[in-house]
């Protein structure tokens, strides 16, 4: 679990950093890592899922544009 945390940092930063795309990797294969060793139901997971899809939020309205 602690590379999914690295993982989901990392997509912060590159979300800060305006690199959508790249932190929607890195949000994508944490949240994989988070739910296949602590399960869906666990907080961290819910929290990286929420984060997710705030990117792929994201990511849709800039397509849109």
Not at 26 to 31: D, E, G, K, P, V
Request: net charge positive; aromatic share 4%.
């Amino acid at each position: 679990p602690s590379l999914a945390i690295t993982l989901s940092n990392m997509a912060v930063a590159l979300d800060a950093n305006n690199q959508c795309a790249d932190a929607l990797q890195h949000a994508q294969r944490a949240f994989d890592i988070s739910s296949n060793a602590l399960g869906t139901s666990h907080s961290q997971t819910k929290t990286i899922r929420e984060f997710l899809n705030q990117l792929r939020q994201k990511k849709a309205t800039s397509n849109s544009i």
